[in-house]
């Protein structure tokens, strides 16, 4: 399986989504920044939330770029014409 960003099948999502999604944040985070209501505190709060959810969706995105799939393969004994087991 291959995506718009070269990545095969045993790779956990697309480099194009990672970038985007960092792109998008960026953005969001100025302009949040820009409307944000700064004399309330539940406004300076709120924006920590977000903040801090931003941070550890980026962080998750970063550190789960590459997951090993499990390849399904046949025993070499097998491929031989021997019982793949030979305690059995």
Not at 17 to 35: D, F, I, P, Q, S
Not at 52 to 70: A, D, E, H, M, R
Request: with cysteine; proline share 6%.
């Amino acid at each position: 399986m291959k995506c718009a960003g070269g990545a095969t099948g045993t790779q956990s999502g697309c480099p194009a989504v990672r970038y985007g999604y960092y792109a998008v944040a960026a953005v969001y985070l100025v302009w949040r920044t820009g409307v944000i209501n700064w004399h309330s505190p539940y406004g300076i709060l709120i924006y920590l939330a977000e903040l801090y959810g931003i941070i550890t969706t980026g962080l998750f995105l970063f550190v789960s770029q590459k997951v090993f799939v499990p390849i399904k393969s046949v025993p070499a004994a097998a491929v031989r014409g021997g019982r793949a087991d030979p305690d059995v």
